[in-house]
């Protein structure tokens, strides 16, 4: 397995990439995982029972590369400290499959024909086509790359940070493209905006799995549970930035009448707006993803009130996991998991008064919710973690199948 962040990060790509790393070795595989290095992880480490080796990169080092510097990701190009970190793996692991997540693939792709392991890639989100990876340009959905492209990165990275980024996406993903055996885009709409069916590139729509609850409690639950509140409330999950609409649900929580209190669990980024929090809302911060799971039990309803494109996010199966209804932004990814009026209810992206409708609607019908509730359950389990392993189990014999091994893969 390899990943650009694997945990202790907190985020949907990392905890996927665990998620399914500890479900194929449960299976009978022999699993490692590649990541890039943590500040508060060793670099040789076991999982449960899955090998976790963490690497350098040489771009992790020049300051002032990343915004936000805990979090640093691998470049969409061939990293020379991760190539070498990956080539010293690969000696010692042997693997058959190599199971990419996203611009880390671009590291191993030269390495690809040496190893000569098959290799596949999860789409999370929108980097194979988009420099920022969110398909937004001007708070509006993207139509796909062109002309605009280095005007709007620019806003983000900086005009050298962003035609360096735009340069090496484009160039490096023809060569990541050939190595790669099969794409697994988390979405329909990932697929189609990444162009897999027009470029001719072999693809199957894999949709993340729900999640499985550890009940299991740990002496230090007991300090974090204490933060939640006494009576239900409406939850939000999720980086605190702009593009998750964090703005939007603040104005749009302003808005109601005598509201239930608003949690808001994630992690700050350098773009997270500086503003008062209105009465009512709790924001912590940095949980472990076992206790994230537990307060959605204890929530009343969620809200992802995204403002563009999203892959296929894990906090709507963790929702709707819990028995609740979402209220979420009608943007492509969100709208493959959300079933408008029938697992809850969606909203145009950035418009925090239909936000605070839909969600006054919830709130005020008691019966609507543990309807849409309950169908939110049982939608949940179409996307059950056996089954969905046991599609990727698939495609690897399928890949294997012209590149035999001597034993049960290993990824």
């Not at 936000?68 to 990956?86: F, S, V, Y």
């Not at 392991?117 to 789409?123: E, K, N, Q």
């Not at 950035?350 to 309807?371: E, I, K, M, N, S």
Request: include cysteine; glycine fraction near 8%; charged fraction near 20%.
């Amino acid at each position: 397995m390899l990943s650009d962040l694997y945990p202790p990060s907190v985020g949907g790509m990392e905890q996927y990439a665990s998620a399914l790393s500890q479900e194929l070795a449960a299976r009978g595989h022999e699993v490692a995982v590649a990541t890039l290095e943590h500040q508060f992880a060793p670099n040789e480490s076991v999982d449960g029972v899955v090998r976790v080796h963490r690497i350098k990169g040489t771009f992790g080092r020049l300051p002032g590369l990343f915004s936000d510097p805990r979090r640093t990701m691998a470049p969409p190009l061939a990293d020379p400290e991760m190539m070498r970190g990956l080539g010293g793996i690969i000696r010692r692991e042997r693997p058959h499959i190599v199971h990419a997540h996203n611009w880390v693939v671009n590291s191993f792709a030269p390495l690809k024909a040496w190893s000569n392991a098959r290799l596949v890639l999860t789409l999370h989100d929108y980097s194979f086509v988009c420099a920022k990876k969110t398909l937004l340009h001007g708070g509006q959905r993207c139509g796909g790359p062109g002309t605009r492209c280095l005007q709007c990165a620019a806003q983000q990275y900086g005009v050298f940070k962003a035609s360096a980024t735009l340069l090496a996406l484009h160039t490096f993903n023809r060569v990541a493209a050939r190595a790669i055996d099969m794409f697994l885009p988390v979405s329909a709409s990932v697929a189609r905006a990444s162009r897999l069916a027009e470029s001719h590139l072999p693809y199957e729509v894999i949709h993340p799995f729900a999640p499985e609850e550890d009940a299991a409690q740990r002496p230090s639950d007991g300090a974090y549970l204490s933060e939640l509140p006494d009576e239900p409330f409406i939850l939000f999950v999720g980086a605190l930035v702009p593009f998750k609409g964090f703005d939007v649900l603040l104005d749009a929580f302003q808005q109601l009448p005598q509201p239930p209190p608003l949690v808001l669990i994630g992690v700050e980024r350098l773009d997270t707006p500086r503003r008062k929090l209105p009465d009512g809302v709790r924001v912590l911060r940095n949980w472990p993803h076992r206790l994230v799971l537990h307060a959605w039990r204890r929530a009343m309803l969620g809200v992802i009130p995204s403002i563009g494109p999203e892959g296929f996010p894990l906090v709507a199966l963790e929702a709707m996991s819990a028995g609740h209804p979402l209220v979420a932004s009608d943007v492509d990814g969100l709208n493959e998991a959300v079933v408008h009026g029938k697992t809850g209810l969606l909203v145009p992206p950035g418009d925090p008064t239909a936000l605070r409708d839909a969600l006054r609607c919830l709130l005020t019908d008691a019966d609507l919710r543990t309807r849409l509730g309950a169908a939110a359950l049982a939608h949940s389990k179409g996307f059950g973690r056996a089954q969905t392993v046991a599609h990727i189990e698939d495609v690897y014999h399928t890949l294997l199948a012209t590149h035999p091994a001597t034993s049960a893969p290993r990824c």
